[in-house]
């Protein structure tokens, strides 16, 4: 399955899964009740914490100037253990599985929201698994330290 490491965007990714959802709730009804206000609300907060969690994530790197191309983590010029980087070693990612939590308490769908572990397992096998053996080889002990200081996800 080497294949798929570092092919798909992880954006893409998101927008893949949060269609998966979707086709979810439209052909497998194992819904949830909550009202509209609620789910609207919950959608809202949940999207709101994500986009700051995974922006924190983007001006962290910014400000180390290195690169954010996720499927070109070769191009790293510095390792960015600062800011959020304290507490996650995968704020964008991150933010992506919250705003899909979101978006499946949105859907209000028991199938949506299990498909969240599938894609916080496709991150971190083909996304997340391959960016640390290539950080290792840039960084070498620095990256060590560091993977063992902080969380991949939380």
Do not use: H
Not at 41 to 61: E, K
Not at 132 to 149: H, I, Q
């Amino acid at each position: 399955m080497k294949s798929l490491e570092l092919k798909i965007p992880p954006l893409l990714l998101v927008l893949l899964f949060g269609a998966a959802m979707w086709l979810a709730r439209k052909y497998i009804p194992l819904g949830f009740d909550l009202s509209r206000e609620i789910r609207l609300g919950l959608f809202i907060l949940f999207s709101l914490l994500a986009f700051g969690i995974a922006l924190a994530g983007v001006i962290s790197f910014r400000k180390q100037k290195t690169t954010v191309n996720p499927v070109n983590p070769e191009a790293a010029s510095s390792l960015v253990t600062r800011g959020i980087y304290q507490f996650t070693r995968n704020p964008m990612y991150l933010g992506f599985a919250i705003f899909l939590i979101g978006w499946g308490l949105w859907l209000t769908n028991i199938v949506a929201l299990a498909l969240i572990p599938c894609f916080i397992l496709y991150m971190t096998r083909f996304q997340i698994i391959p960016e640390e053996k290539v950080l290792e080889t840039l960084f070498g002990d620095g990256f060590v330290n560091y993977e063992r200081s902080v969380r991949r996800w939380l």
